[in-house]
């Protein structure tokens, strides 16, 4: 046997073991489609808090869909956060026309502090609900979403549930990274684990991640990931750690996301918590980058230039490929026949990866949103 074979077979192992640990983890989600639209006789209240800087495209769209959830108890609290467009005019005119809103400006970010996760923080203090919801400037919900997720919530006994948005994509070529990354996200994370106690594994997702106030509070709130550029799903990682229960759920029906509107946004918005997504590891970038380039890349390109048992195995590793991603997408409103994206996409995120990490190195830190975060300080706020 060859060394070229024995790669091959490698590879196809690789892609077997990944390919079956998503198709069943697929399939031990729960939708809310199945969960009733109705929050019940006496809900507990909802306090949903979004950090805003410079979100004028998107906001007011995205607001006038909270406003009218059918959710009977809840507040809406909107942090502006520095912003230098016409944010903060767009949510001052929005509140004077809506008491269910409130509108909070900031004009200082504190040493010590990532913008988004300070804004969260002094949301988090101005908040009475029983339920905190954190969610995004730019996501859209269906009228129900927020009853769903409460009763899904309190019928499985959760302090955290976190739930997936459907992204609304403006190029073909980014809807194919959109439905990629699900899946780069879902292998790296195993968010179907999150609810088994016994797993280190943990969920958190920016668009929807609604928590218990009480818990919240217990486990320090924003504080503790204050400079974790990756705060979504270290938030889901303190609450797993101190003991409490969470779960994931999938919602493309009723949570949206424009996520972002043009390549070089999805460069540099990844720019934020690419390295940090690895614990600032370098072996663990470089192996994650290999490990894409190898199963999902190198077999696409490796049916053309091979031939053989060799050519066999890759063929059949580029049908479970294929398989994995059409089955993933069908849980997450994408379409199937974006897989012919599926290596260029993977290509992008090797390249996201390593800019993003020699970015971090040579840079000593990040610049976002007009603000630099030194690499030391960083990496000092370990979870």
């Not at 908040?127 to 009853?147: K, N, P, Q, V, Y």
């Not at 217990?218 to 503790?224: A, I, R």
């Not at 379409?335 to 390593?354: D, E, H, N, R, S």
Request: contains cysteine; hydrophobic residues 50%; proline residues 5%.
């Amino acid at each position: 046997m060859t060394v070229l074979f024995w790669l091959a077979l490698l590879t196809f192992l690789l892609v077997c073991i990944a390919a079956l640990d998503l198709l069943r983890g697929n399939r031990t989600v729960q939708s809310l489609r199945d969960v009733p639209p109705d929050a019940g006789p006496k809900p507990p209240s909802v306090s949903i808090i979004i950090p805003a800087r410079n979100e004028q495209r998107n906001i007011r769209a995205a607001l006038q869909s909270l406003l009218e959830l059918n959710y009977p108890d809840y507040e809406l609290i909107v942090i502006d956060d520095r912003s230098g467009d016409n944010t903060g005019l767009i949510l001052d005119e929005m509140a004077a026309a809506s008491p269910r809103l409130q509108v909070i400006h900031l004009d200082q970010l504190p040493h010590g502090w990532l913008g988004k996760n300070h804004a969260l923080w002094v949301g988090s203090s101005m908040a009475r609900g029983e339920l905190l919801l954190f969610t995004d400037a730019d996501i859209f919900m269906e009228r129900s979403m927020l009853c769903r997720a409460v009763t899904f919530l309190e019928q499985n006994s959760l302090d955290h549930l976190a739930a997936t948005p459907s992204m609304r994509m403006p190029t073909v070529f980014l809807a194919m990274f959109g439905a990629a990354f699900i899946i780069f996200f879902s292998l790296f994370t195993r968010p179907w684990n999150a609810r088994d106690p016994g797993s280190r594994c943990h969920i958190g997702i920016g668009a929807f991640n609604l928590v218990r106030a009480r818990v919240y509070r217990l486990v320090g709130g924003h504080e503790p990931i204050r400079l974790r550029p990756d705060d979504d799903i270290k938030l889901g990682k303190i609450i797993k750690m101190n003991g409490f229960r969470q779960d994931v759920v999938y919602a493309p029906d009723f949570l949206a996301v424009e996520w972002y509107a043009s390549l070089k946004e999805v460069i540099k918005g990844l720019e934020k918590n690419a390295f940090s997504g690895a614990d600032y590891h370098i072996p663990l970038v470089l192996f994650g980058s290999l490990f894409h380039l190898l199963c999902t890349v190198w077999p696409f390109l490796a049916i053309l230039v091979t031939d053989g048992a060799v050519r066999g195995l890759y063929l059949a590793t580029v049908v479970l490929l294929t398989v994995s991603f059409v089955d993933s997408a069908r849980f997450h409103h994408a379409k199937a026949w974006l897989v012919v994206g599926y290596p260029l996409a993977t290509a992008l995120f090797v390249y996201i990866l390593l800019r993003t990490m020699l970015l971090n190195l040579v840079q000593g830190g990040i610049y976002w949103r007009g603000t630099f975060y030194s690499l030391r300080e960083l990496k000092s706020n370990k979870v």
